[in-house]
Nanobody, 124 residues
Framework: QVQLVESGGGSVQPGDSLTLSCAAS????????IGWFRRAPGEQREGVSC????????VYVDSVKGRFTMTVGDDRSVVYLQMNNLKPEDAGVYTC?????????????????WGQGTQVTVSS
C-alpha cells in the first residue's frame, strides 16, 4: 500500500523539542520532494518546510527558521522534522506530503501523496 505515515507528535511545553517522522510505505522517496504542513486550531493548513530528497536541500518558512530542521534518513525512506524551542504558535496537526520532482513548494495542490497527520501541542 502506497502511503505516508507520520509519527512523533505529542504534548510539550514551550522551549521543548520534538522530532516528527514521515515514513514512506510502498514507494521510495528518491526523486521526491517532501513538505511538512501545519494546521493550527481554527486556521488553514500552511507550509512549514520542504526538502528535496536527492540533494537534501531544505527550505523553511521564516517563523521556524533556525528552530526546525528537516533531514533524510540514510535509506531515504524516512524524513524527519526536528523542532527545537517550540512555541505555542507551533501547535497544530503536522502532515507530510510528497511531490515527485526536485522542486519544493508550499502550494498544496502540487502534492499528490499525503499522510494522515500527527498532533503537536505546545502549552505550559
Amino acid at each position: 500500500q502506497v502511503q505516508l505515515v507520520e509519527s512523533g507528535g505529542g504534548s510539550v511545553q514551550p522551549g521543548d523539542s520534538l522530532t516528527l517522522s514521515c515514513a514512506a510505505s510502498g514507494f521510495t522517496l528518491e526523486h521526491y520532494s517532501i513538505g511538512w504542513f501545519r494546521r493550527a486550531p481554527g486556521e488553514q493548513r500552511e507550509g512549514v518546510s520542504c526538502i528535496h530528497i536527492s540533494s537534501r536541500r531544505a527550505v523553511y518558512v521564516d517563523s521556524v527558521k533556525g528552530r526546525f530542521t528537516m533531514t533524510v534518513g540514510d535509506d531515504r525512506s524516512v524524513v524527519y522534522l526536528q523542532m527545537n524551542n517550540l512555541k505555542p504558535e507551533d501547535a497544530g496537526v503536522y502532515t507530510c506530503a510528497a511531490r515527485f520532482g526536485n522542486t519544493c513548494s508550499y502550494v498544496q495542490r502540487v502534492y499528490d501523496r499525503w499522510g494522515q497527520g500527527t498532533q503537536v501541542t505546545v502549552s505550559s
